[in-house]
């Protein structure tokens, strides 16, 4: 079993980075596909990138691709999520997933964060 814990959501103006980050505790976290996920109040959880545990292969959907990348440090049980060029369409609860086999249908994860607040400003 892993226990997820984001951080390092917040408050930033259009056109801004933020990196959320996600730690895990448990075990066999280099096992574990990774991804993260968005959700805004009224609306489903939608998946955004997903990284694979056996070759580190990525996937962005459309909306973030060239401006998001993930990565994880297994050696920190971590997973990241730079976000660079952010709008205000980005402002959502955030949240990390881990699967055993995982890309981005919420579905396919077994493990979920609490989640965290980016909020970009116009």
């Known amino acids: 079993e892993v226990q997820l814990v984001e951080s390092g959501g917040g408050l930033v103006q259009a056109g801004g980075s933020l990196r959320p980050s996600c730690a895990a505790s448990g075990s066999s976290f280099d096992t574990y596909d990774l991804g993260w996920f968005r959700q805004v109040p009224g609306k489903e959880r939608g998946g955004l990138s997903s990284?694979?545990?056996?070759?580190?292969?990525?996937y962005y959907v459309d909306s973030v691709k060239g401006r998001f990348t993930i990565s994880r440090d297994n050696a920190k049980n971590t997973v990241y999520l730079q976000m660079n060029s952010l709008k205000p369409e980005d402002t959502a609860v955030y949240y990390c997933?881990?699967?055993?086999?995982?890309?981005?249908?919420?579905?396919?994860?077994?493990?979920w964060g609490q989640g965290t607040q980016v909020t970009v400003s116009s």
């Open positions: 990284i694979r545990a056996h070759d580190g292969s990525t």
């Open positions: 997933a881990a699967g055993v086999y995982g890309g981005v249908d919420p579905d396919e994860y077994d493990y």
